[in-house]
């Protein structure tokens, strides 16, 4: 079964805070791994990619991977009001180009 | 915004009839993948086209069918439409590292 999960949430932080998202994944051998951010009613957008244990660090967004776990996290530093969106992690799973999440909806308070 | 344009924006059916939505993929990217996704739900995938070909499928019935064409647009076909499949269908384009683009979907109701 290709499942990857995700809390539901929500999740509040105050502006200025660190938010931090995880996800598990269901399949070993799976590769590549992707955070969208979907605003409501607007389709996904990619905001990382990552392909390697450990961390990568884009602005203001980290993404964490760690394969003997089957973890994901997505950090998101100096939070905004903007960043309040659903986040997505998606992972590819054989065949499949990518397995979603149900998403995480995040909400930063001014 | 991606360079990944799908039409209509909305759409309304009634159950049984047939629909066609269209995908033009972003700029030097030859692989196209439609999602399905339900209201509060993460999308699921419905099936992958590469140099015309299908290159994969989800867990969808085979009244969902495709098409790619040679400029690397696709086409997701839906026939006998059923209520359940009132969802955002969203079109994704990308090269071969599978990092996905995706369009700002079609919404179809189906009444």
């Known amino acids: 079964q290709k499942e990857v999960e995700q809390n539901s949430g929500p999740l509040s932080v105050p502006e200025g805070a660190i938010a931090s998202l995880n996800c598990t994944y269901s399949?070993?051998?799976?590769?590549?791994f992707f955070w969208y951010r979907q605003y409501s009613g607007k389709s996904p957008e990619l905001i990382m990619s990552?392909?390697?244990?450990g961390d990568k660090e884009d602005g203001r967004f980290t993404a964490q991977l760690n394969k003997a776990s089957q973890y994901v996290s997505l950090l998101i530093r100096d939070s905004q009001p903007s960043d309040s969106a659903t986040y997505l992690c998606?992972?590819?799973?054989?065949?499949?180009?990518?397995?979603f999440g149900k998403g995480t909806r995040l909400s930063v308070i001014a | 915004e991606t360079g990944v344009t799908q039409s209509p924006t909305h759409l309304i059916k009634t159950r049984g009839q047939q629909v066609t939505l269209r995908c033009s993929s972003q700029?030097?990217?030859?692989?196209v993948s439609w999602y399905q996704q339900a209201l509060g739900q993460g999308p699921q995938f419905i099936f992958q086209?590469?140099?015309?070909?299908?290159?994969g499928r989800g867990n969808f019935p085979p009244r969902f069918s495709g098409l790619q064409f040679p400029n690397y647009s696709s086409e997701l076909n839906v026939n006998a439409l059923e209520l359940d499949d009132s969802a955002l269908y969203l079109c994704?384009?990308?090269?071969?590292?599978?990092?996905?683009?995706f369009g700002p979907g079609t919404r179809l109701t189906v009444t």
């Open positions: 700029s030097g990217h030859n692989t």
């Open positions: 994704a384009s990308s090269t071969w590292d599978n990092e996905q683009y």
């Open positions: 399949d070993r051998g799976s590769q590549s």
């Open positions: 998606a992972v590819t799973m054989g065949n499949t180009p990518l397995v």
């Open positions: 086209y590469y140099r015309e070909e299908e290159n």
């Open positions: 990552i392909y390697s244990n």
